[in-house]
């Protein structure tokens, strides 16, 4: 006998109710395994330059043509970002951008302008749960629903540095709290959230293997987290020097296996400092090569290209008319010799004699 279940909550083991649940639970893909409604993770030491990734990772998304990083889903749709600045603060930000904006030719410019935002304020958005029912707690709630509320325009938020983000709340202690803050801000806004955050000491000292539990405290947040992404330099240990810029997966559960960084991938950077993988792709960007915009557009340092026309004497051969009325009786007898040039090959003998003095062979 065949029992059939109607439980609304749960599933039926088949193949229909399958296809159903998998249809209307389906989400966005915003970046590579990272989706709307989820929370994934930068995670990078310090001056390893995680704030100039976010914002090639921003260019991106706008630009999906332009694969600066490669941490689009591919699909080519165009996606808005609201970057939070908070640690560097918009002073040190804005120049950033200003001088990556030197690379851009006008019409991605323009572009970027309609799909790039950067969040302004500087309130933190959760507190430490000891400060339940206090003006810092109260505030950080307010700060909160602002950031949800401006983030419902955008499809991912980057929040660069999530600690100078949770104001007095401990990445070990408010774990969860965190945890609730951010998983509110991807769902009450429908967006996909990129946190920036720093690993522990021992991993960036190099003490300690690079994993997915390599960001320091947030035990419970990244645990739930399905996508960690890893910034870091090589550096050469005897004079200091930068060798390499390197990004890698440590946590892809949601990447095919084929399309994850197991091994670090190289970054560049250009002379304004613009991280990227691919230099032709920062030179289609100045030039914006692909939409064609740039064939019109006067570059810097450059005049545009003259078009100049041939005559039509030198595009083709053509005859020129000759008005007898205009030669000597001597001219009209030479021009009758031949049929060549306008004037008849005789003519041209005869003015080659008249000019250089010597008989012409």
């Not at 749960?10 to 989706?35: M, P, R, T």
């Not at 602002?146 to 980057?158: F, G, H, Q, S």
């Not at 084929?258 to 400092?273: A, G, V």
């Not at 083709?316 to 009758?336: F, M, T, V």
Request: aromatic share 6%.
């Amino acid at each position: 006998m065949t029992t059939v279940l109607y439980d609304e909550d749960v599933i039926a083991l088949s193949e229909e109710d399958i296809d159903e649940n998998l249809a209307s639970s389906n989400k966005e893909q915003i970046l590579k395994g990272l989706f709307r409604g989820s929370v994934g993770f930068l995670i990078a030491p310090p001056d390893s330059g995680k704030s100039y990734l976010s914002l090639s990772i921003a260019y991106e998304l706008a630009l999906p043509e332009y694969p600066l990083i490669g941490v689009g889903d591919g699909e080519n749709k165009v996606l808005r970002t609201l970057i939070w600045p908070i640690e560097d603060s918009l002073p040190g930000t804005l120049p950033r951008i200003k001088a990556h904006l030197a690379e851009f030719s006008t019409s991605i410019k323009e572009r970027l302008k309609s799909s790039i935002g950067i969040y302004k304020h500087s309130d933190p958005i959760c507190s430490s749960g000891s400060s339940k029912h206090t003006k810092e707690w109260e505030d950080a709630s307010r700060a909160l629903e602002k950031l949800i509320a401006t983030a419902k325009e955008y499809d991912l938020v980057i929040i660069d540095t999530l600690r100078d983000a949770i104001g007095s709340a401990d990445v070990v202690v408010d774990d969860y709290y965190i945890r609730i803050v951010l998983e509110r801000i991807a769902n009450e806004a429908d967006v996909a959230v990129l946190v920036v955050h720093h690993p522990t000491k021992d991993v960036s000292r190099g003490k300690d293997i690079i994993n997915s539990v390599s960001g320091s405290g947030l035990s419970s947040t990244l645990s739930k987290s399905k996508l960690h992404l890893y910034l870091d330099q090589l550096v050469d240990k005897k004079d200091g020097t930068v060798q390499e810029t390197r990004l890698r997966h440590i946590k892809a559960n949601y990447v095919p296996f084929d399309q994850q960084w197991r091994k670090p991938i190289r970054l560049h950077w250009s002379n304004n400092s613009l991280l990227h993988v691919d230099q032709e792709v920062v030179i289609q960007l100045r030039n914006d090569q692909l939409d064609g915009d740039g064939e019109n557009e006067k570059k810097p340092g450059a005049d545009k290209p003259v078009k100049r026309r041939l005559s039509r004497l030198s595009e083709e051969p053509g005859l020129i008319h000759r008005d007898d009325s205009l030669l000597s009786e001597e001219s009209k007898r030479l021009a009758q010799q031949t049929t060549h040039g306008p004037f008849g090959g005789g003519m041209a003998s005869e003015l080659s004699e008249l000019r250089t003095g010597k008989p012409s062979k």
